[in-house]
């Protein structure tokens, strides 16, 4: 066991701060509702049912109407923060949020508040084998489809080969410190960074790949809604 893993629990912190403009939705689509709950609080009972998470930030739009002010999900705490214009800047904002206890060396998950379906045993595997990473970890899938290269045209240009490609999905765990450093130096850079696995990449380092489920799927159109409502409603029939 390392000293990581033996520490015990770790925050989460949620990016939440999004307009779902692809979705094109009447709300932000974190708070569409799926059995009951908006997709942000399927996305937080996920993390913080598990016995290892200690509490989550929640980075927010301004004045966003339809946060219900929760404090506490599953007996553990929730902070809400500012968000910013950006992914990053909304994941920064949470780190800075983060409860004094967290110490710089600590890792942290970051997850999408429009990934709800979040399964317990890719959120153990990540933290276990990120955990005894010396840099941290992702939850991703390899591209199982051809891919093509698109020209301006409309037409292929090239098929790209998939072999060692991943999609990047979330929780991605990163310690308090070193992820604040990445990210600055690409707001610094003016580098506009998609995920924080690539943030920390631009400084060099290498974080493990760690398969998750291609059920731990992103709401961002409105086709993706009815297959993860379907996913989350056979989920709580325990129908896996
Ligand atoms: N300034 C931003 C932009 C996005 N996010 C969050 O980052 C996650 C993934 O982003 P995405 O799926 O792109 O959400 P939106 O930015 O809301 O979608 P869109 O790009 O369609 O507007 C979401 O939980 C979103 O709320 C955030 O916290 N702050
Ligand atoms: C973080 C992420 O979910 C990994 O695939 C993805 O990069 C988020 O992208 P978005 O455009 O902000 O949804």
Redesign the pocket.
Not at 83 to 87: I, S, V
């Given at each position: 066991m390392t000293l990581d893993q033996a520490r015990g629990g770790l925050w989460a912190i949620v990016?939440?701060?999004?307009?779902?403009?692809?979705?094109g939705a009447a709300l932000?689509?974190?708070y569409l509702e799926v059995e009951g709950e908006p997709l942000v609080a399927h996305a937080l009972r996920a993390l913080l049912s598990h016995p290892a998470i200690e509490g989550a930030v929640v980075?927010l739009a301004d004045g966003d109407p339809h946060w219900p002010g929760w404090t506490e999900l599953e007996g553990k705490p929730i902070v809400a923060c500012l968000?910013?214009?950006?992914?990053a800047?909304?994941v920064l904002a949470a780190l800075a949020a983060l409860p004094a206890s967290v110490r710089p060396d600590d890792f942290v998950l970051v997850h999408?508040?429009?990934r709800p379906n979040l399964s317990q045993a890719d959120l153990q595997q990540l933290l276990e084998r990120g955990r005894a990473d010396p840099v941290g970890a992702i939850l991703a899938a390899p591209v199982r489809d051809t891919l093509k290269r698109a020209g301006d045209d409309g037409g292929i240009d090239a098929t790209q080969p998939r072999e060692h490609l991943w999609r990047a999905l979330t929780p991605q765990l990163f310690r308090r410190l070193q992820l604040t450093r990445a990210l600055e130096a690409a707001q610094r850079d003016a580098v506009v960074v998609t995920d924080e696995s690539m943030a920390m990449e631009r400084q060099g380092h290498r974080p493990l790949l760690v398969e998750g489920s291609e059920d731990n799927l992103?709401v961002?159109t409105r086709a993706d809604l009815a297959l993860v409502a379907f996913l989350l409603r056979s989920a709580a029939a325990g129908e896996d």
């Open positions: 990016p939440a701060a999004g307009a779902g403009t692809r979705f932000p689509k974190q980075a968000g910013g214009a950006t992914r800047d909304s999408d508040a429009a992103k961002t």
